[in-house]
C-alpha cells in the first residue's frame, strides 16, 4: 500500500489562506491512485472535501467548500495538494489525504479508500 504524508497544516485567522501536502510513497506509481481529502472536525464525523482522478483532469469538491478550496497533483512528485483560501472557523479540522487504486472517481466516500494518512491540523481563528 501507498504511505501518505500530509503536511502544511497550522493555525491562521479568518479569510487567510494554507496549502496541505499529501506525498505518497511506496505501492504503486502515485498516478495510479484517485487522491481523496476528508476532514473531521471537532465532534463531528470524518467527512469528504474534495477528490482529484488519476490524471488530475476531473476534480470533486463537497458544497461547503466549493469555490475556496483547490485540489491538484503533481504526479511527478507523487504530491497532492489542497490550496484552501478564505478560511472560515468552520474549516477547523484535522484534515488526512487518503488514496486508492480501485474504483476510479466514481466512488469516494470514506469506505473508498484503502490507504490513509496521519493528518494535519488546521485551526482558524475567528
Known amino acids: 500500500q501507498v504511505q501518505l504524508v500530509e503536511s502544511g497544516g497550522g493555525l491562521v485567522q479568518a479569510g487567510e489562506s494554507l496549502r496541505l501536502s499529501c506525498t505518497g510513497s511506496?505501492?504503486?506509481?502515485?498516478?495510479?491512485?484517485?487522491i481523496g481529502w476528508f476532514r473531521q472536525g471537532p465532534g463531528k464525523e470524518r467527512e469528504f472535501v474534495a477528490g482529484?482522478?488519476?490524471?488530475?483532469?476531473?476534480?470533486y469538491y463537497a458544497n461547503a467548500v466549493k469555490g475556496r478550496f483547490i485540489i491538484y497533483r503533481d504526479n511527478t512528485k507523487s504530491t497532492a495538494y489542497l490550496q484552501m483560501d478564505s478560511l472560515k472557523p468552520e474549516d477547523t479540522a484535522v484534515y488526512y489525504c487518503?488514496?486508492?487504486?480501485?474504483?476510479?472517481?466514481?466512488?469516494?466516500?470514506?469506505?473508498?479508500?484503502?490507504?490513509w494518512g496521519q493528518g494535519t491540523q488546521v485551526t482558524v481563528s475567528s
Open positions: 487518503a488514496a486508492d487504486y480501485r474504483y476510479g472517481t466514481n466512488r469516494m466516500s470514506l469506505a473508498d479508500f484503502g490507504s
Open positions: 511506496g505501492g504503486r506509481t502515485f498516478s495510479g491512485y484517485v
Open positions: 482529484i482522478s488519476w490524471s488530475g483532469d476531473s476534480t
